[in-house]
């Protein structure tokens, strides 16, 4: 299998989450189970993914299709859990609709040369690295939208205790998640270049996204009564996850990385 495949299960992923969503806004006396169309969705695109995985002959992690790829797979993954647990559709809806656009953008921009692995690549701390990452993006992702989600009340003087909890829940796993993608990252890093830390622009990047999360993390310890400021922080902490995760392409510093989606 491999990315000629790849507008079928799109598709599909797309069609089944769509109709879950249509089916879940209806009346409650549609009697139609949309749990079949949300978890078909996620499985038709982790068909693909393995299909790839066993095609390429090494993990699809190394461009930034392939990364979007498991993305799509998480957040929608994410959404599903969250809805079940808090009942809040609004939030499913966010994350299958983000699953959509990266699978739609991957549709658009699949990286169908292929591109085999550097001998750095080829260790233990790859596949680990970048999942927990992905994961770790997933959820903070769901969380950016808690932040917007909360301003909005604020400015509705609206209760926010429901919101924030919850997002608090949702950035300490996703923070923890960062944290271990720092941890596999230096002590892969040490295993291929014999450095922990290098100061290369994704790791600056990186550890700069790791501080806006403990930030926003510090101030709901510390500094309970400043709400607004933690909500913007949360909002904004985003954007620079972004910049750490493809941003850097972009920049003339970061063109000898190691890092970048080449």
């Known amino acids: 299998m ?14 089944l989450w769509i109709l879950a969503l249509i089916i879940l806004v209806l009346p409650r006396k549609v009697k139609v189970i949309p749990d079949i169309f949300l978890l078909g969705g996620v499985v038709s695109i982790v068909i693909f993914t393995i299909g790839l995985w066993l095609n390429l002959e090494r993990p699809p992690f190394r461009t930034l299709a392939e990364t979007r790829l498991w993305y799509a797979i998480f957040i ?28 739609f953008i991957n549709y658009m921009n699949p990286d169908t040369f292929d591109k085999t692995l550097m001998p750095a690549l080829r260790s233990p701390w790859f596949i680990p690295h970048v999942i927990v990452y992905i994961i770790g993006y997933a959820f903070l992702a769901v969380s950016s939208l808690m932040g917007l989600k909360g301003l909005y009340l604020m400015y509705r003087n609206k209760s926010t205790d429901k919101t924030i909890k919850l997002a608090d829940n949702i950035v300490y796993i996703g923070f923890a998640f960062l944290t271990f993608g720092l941890l596999f990252g230096a002590l892969w890093a040490k295993e291929a270049w014999g450095h922990y830390w290098t ?42 996850l972004l910049i750490c995760w493809f941003g850097i392409n972009y920049l003339p510093s970061a063109q000898n990385s190691v890092h970048v989606y080449s």
């Open 76 to 103: 929608s993954l994410i959404g599903i859990i969250i809805y079940y647990r808090w009942k809040l559709l609004w939030m499913l809806a966010y994350s299958l609709l983000m699953a959509i656009l990266f699978l």
């Open 199 to 240: 100061w290369d622009p994704k790791e600056t990047w990186a550890f700069l996204t790791w501080l806006v999360y403990l930030l926003y993390i510090h101030f709901r310890v510390n500094k309970r009564k400043y709400v607004k400021s933690s909500l913007w922080i949360l909002s904004l902490a985003f954007v620079v």
């Open 2 to 15: 491999n990315w000629t495949d790849y507008s079928i299960y799109m598709i599909l992923s797309s069609g």
